[in-house]
């Protein structure tokens, strides 16, 4: 029986010098994507947090929320 041997990458994060350092020109460049990175989505933003709070207001009052659907619909059953 052959054993095979598989070797592993080891990563290593941490920096060990100080070449890993942000300089001043890095973390103006990170502030000024962090700040358009919202403009440009922010329609997007709006309606992710409106999805959000009908969620949660659905989840909520789940037993009520289907009773008024299912009086919606036996209305309009009804009238047509």
Do not use: E
């Amino acid at each position: 029986m052959q054993n095979t041997i598989t070797t592993r990458l080891a990563w290593c994060t941490a920096a060990h010098n100080d070449s890993a350092k942000s300089t001043h020109a890095d973390l103006a460049a990170l502030g000024d994507h962090l700040n358009a990175c919202p403009q440009l989505n922010r329609h997007l933003l709006t309606l992710h947090g409106a999805t959000d709070f009908m969620n949660g207001f659905v989840a909520t009052r789940f037993v009520s929320t289907l009773l008024v659907f299912a009086l919606v619909i036996g209305l309009g059953a009804w009238i047509l």
